[in-house]
């Protein structure tokens, strides 16, 4: 029972199919191919507009290349403290912008708002020997299983036209968003300002894909030349546009992504009706993050269920964790099985029945 994370799982069976079938024959080299040419036009009909889309194989080089193309070596990047591009990327986004700094705001939820990013803005000093702002970058899904309605997307948009700032969406889970807001891609990203997005593939069915998605014409102009030198200009770059061939046909990518959720939310469910046990977090995609007592989380672990704890961090201060308890995340992929859900559940209420009985 792994709940560690939604990427502790293969590819899904229409993506190695796609795979499987693109693997035949002989097709030009570096994304010259016919194969990548149709997935791109792809992500401009799901866009309902002209993007420009370059493959990656992982978020850490399609949030480092996007940023670099967003903000210039002098600039400063916005971001949630807990943010994956400023805790979970080696330096990789400050390294990528050759010089630039990300700078971390707190916010309930590891979520941004408007009014709170503006706050900051206008605290900044406005003087030759600071960074100026130049880019905003949000996770869609946030760090603690929250997703962005779309009001307060058009919020941090509007707030990033007025502030000059490039607007990015680190979107690792933007399928378990997507369908978890019931919204189209393009009212998720551009509609409301999005100027470049992250989109994940690999942890809802890719076996490695991910795709930087260009809005704004002129932050594509470079990219080619930025990706080749992070050395993500793949060859045989069939065999990662692909994939995303196979997630996208018969709606499989969104089918997957309801999947987790859905099981997400009857974990959670599950586990809050259960005496000591509360949501740090509303469950709002595929990640469930419980406050469970130390006996349920111990149990948990020795009977094999595999989870991270997690940090307080973004709790508001009358939510802390007690010393009796602990706040731990679970994540359900498109994967998951559930009769896997149910087990947990049989164990944790196995926990507070015997705490209820002493
Ligand atoms: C919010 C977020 N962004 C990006 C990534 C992608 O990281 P990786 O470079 O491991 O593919 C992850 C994966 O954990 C993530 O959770």
Redesign the pocket.
């Known amino acids: 029972m792994n709940f560690a994370?939604d990427?502790i799982v293969g590819a899904s069976a229409p993506v190695l199919q796609a795979l499987s079938s693109a693997n035949a024959g002989a097709m030009a080299a570096y994304g010259g191919d016919e194969i990548t040419k149709r997935v791109k036009a792809r992500f401009t009909e799901i866009f309902e507009r002209e993007v420009s889309v370059f493959f990656v194989t992982?978020?850490?080089a399609a949030?480092a290349l996007a940023l670099s193309s967003a903000v210039p070596p002098y600039g400063l990047c916005v971001c949630h403290r807990e943010a994956?591009i400023i805790d979970?990327?080696c330096g990789a986004p400050e390294f990528f912008m050759h010089g630039a700094k990300l700078a971390g705001l707190p916010g309930v939820g590891a979520k941004l708002t408007a009014e709170g990013v503006s706050a900051y803005l206008e605290s900044l000093p406005k003087a030759v020997k600071q960074m100026p702002p130049k880019a905003l970058s949000i996770?869609q899904v946030s760090?603690c299983g929250l997703v962005y309605g779309l009001d307060e997307l058009k919020a941090l948009g509007q707030m990033c036209r007025e502030h000059g700032l490039a607007f990015h969406m680190?979107g690792?889970r933007f399928a378990n968003a997507l369908v978890s807001l019931g919204c189209t891609p393009a009212e998720m990203t551009w509609k409301q300002g999005v100027d470049i997005l992250s989109f994940g593939g690999?942890?809802n069915g890719c076996l490695m894909a991910?795709a930087i998605v260009v809005f704004k014409p002129e932050l594509a102009e470079a990219l080619d030349y930025r990706a080749k030198r992070a050395g993500q200009i793949i060859s045989k770059g069939r065999l990662i546009s692909a994939q995303f061939e196979g997630y996208f046909a018969d709606d499989h990518w969104c089918a997957n992504a309801r999947h987790a959720n859905r099981l997400a939310k009857l974990l959670s469910d599950g586990l809050t009706q259960l005496p000591g046990v509360r949501l740090a977090w509303e469950t709002q995609a595929n990640e469930v993050f419980p406050i469970i007592p130390a006996a349920m989380d111990k149990a948990l672990r020795n009977a094999g269920v595999l989870y991270h704890p997690w940090t307080e961090l973004s709790l508001p201060e009358a939510e802390k964790v007690g010393p009796d308890e602990a706040l731990i995340r679970l994540v359900v992929s498109f994967a998951t099985r559930e009769e896997d859900v149910h087990k947990v559940l049989d164990i944790a209420r196995s926990v507070a029945s015997r705490q209820a009985a002493e």
């Open positions: 994370s990427n992982t978020g850490t949030n994956h979970d990327e996770s760090e680190d690792a690999t942890k991910e």
